[in-house]
């Protein structure tokens, strides 16, 4: 009887040092508890994307977190660096989109409008002995919004160059000289050239470029090279080509050219051998114009002025 009740006593001390190795035990993972979230790492507004309001996770007793309720909850330095990292990115992007112009579209279209050519400053650049300023007009219509046509004209203010005068002292040789009245030509435009650029980052400027050719008249008047000799007048068939000018856009309606132009003329000048009008041996029926000297004179001039484009206004079409 003893020993029966030893051996279970035995048992029983057993059974409890073996329950109690048990609970000392840590419990596995996923036993015995319910899951937790993972913690995540904090996300940068530039790989989150727009803030949606709403459908972030809300707070206790609060609607959605507002950017000011991230800084001021608790948390400690936690809500003042995201909102720190924020302010940066924002920055970020604003010296970003800085960097990049929306290119404007054209700031003048020209097709099936009127343009106002007015040049009240122009100068010829080929004779050294006789400049000519002039002043001019032109009225083109555009056709398309590269080609047009027209016409135009301009007046010549002769004045003769201290060259010419110490032509005469220097080498004894009185120069042959004609002074132009006007010149009038029907033109052809084409404007090939389009661009734009940028001036210090502030705004962007567009310019055009165009060439034209056409035919005209050309009066011009033979500057005798004795005080006392008659004079004639010529009207002389003239050629425009080519034509280089250059556009800048102002507004809608107005623009700054400027050009240089090339007019080709078969001009009649006082002949080398001409008698004197009150010469003895001058015949009676001698006319100095029938005895002039014909030459081909390229005529190359410099123009500055401004376009103004009629109607002043005009509307953007897209197609359906």
């Known amino acids: ?9 035995v048992s029983i001390l ?6 109690s190795s048990a609970w000392a035990q840590p419990a596995p993972a996923g036993a015995g508890s319910p899951e937790t979230p993972e913690a995540t790492q904090p996300v940068t507004p530039d790989e989150a994307g727009p803030v949606i309001p709403g459908s972030g996770p809300a707070m206790p007793g609060s609607g959605p977190v507002t950017p000011g309720q ?7 330095g936690t809500g003042a660096a995201a909102a720190s990292q924020g302010t940066k ?6 010296q970003y989109w800085k960097d990049i112009k929306v290119v404007s579209r054209k700031l003048i279209l020209k097709q099936q409008r009127v343009e106002l050519f007015l040049y009240p400053m122009g100068v010829t650049l080929n004779d050294n002995l006789i400049r000519h300023w002039f002043l001019g007009a032109e009225l083109n219509y555009f056709l398309s919004d590269a ?4 016409i135009g004209g301009h007046y ?15 080498q004894r040789v009185l120069p042959t000289l004609n002074k132009y009245y006007f010149t009038t030509t029907a033109n052809f435009n084409y404007n090939w050239m389009y661009g734009k650029f940028a001036l210090h980052n502030k705004f962007i400027q567009q310019f055009g470029g165009y060439v034209g050719a056409g035919v005209g008249l050309t009066m011009t008047a033979v500057i005798p090279r004795r005080a ?11 050629i425009l080509f080519p034509a280089f000018g250059l556009r800048m ?6 623009t700054l050219n400027l050009g240089i132009r090339l007019y080709i003329m078969r001009d009649n000048f006082e002949a080398s051998n001409r008698l004197a009008d009150d010469d003895p041996n001058l015949p009676a029926n001698y006319n100095p114009k029938d005895h002039a000297a014909h030459r081909w004179i390229p005529n190359l001039v410099f123009n500055l002025g401004v376009s103004f484009f009629l109607p002043p206004s005009f509307k953007y079409t897209t197609f359906r």
């Not at 991230?70 to 400690?76: H, P, R």
């Not at 006392?228 to 003239?238: A, C, E, R, V």
């Not at 856009?249 to 107005?254: G, V």
């Open 147 to 150: 080609m047009s046509v027209g």
């Open 249 to 254: 856009f102002i507004s809608k309606w107005l």
């Open 70 to 76: 991230v800084g001021s909850s608790g948390g400690g």
């Open 89 to 94: 990115s924002a920055r970020g992007e604003k």
């Open 14 to 19: 057993g059974w409890i040092w073996v329950e």
């Open 228 to 238: 006392g000799d008659s004079s004639w007048n010529n009207y002389n068939f003239t």
């Open 156 to 170: 010549y203010l002769p004045e003769i160059t201290q060259r010419a005068y110490l032509m005469g002292l220097q």
């Open 1 to 9: 009887m003893r020993k029966a009740a030893l051996l279970f006593s």
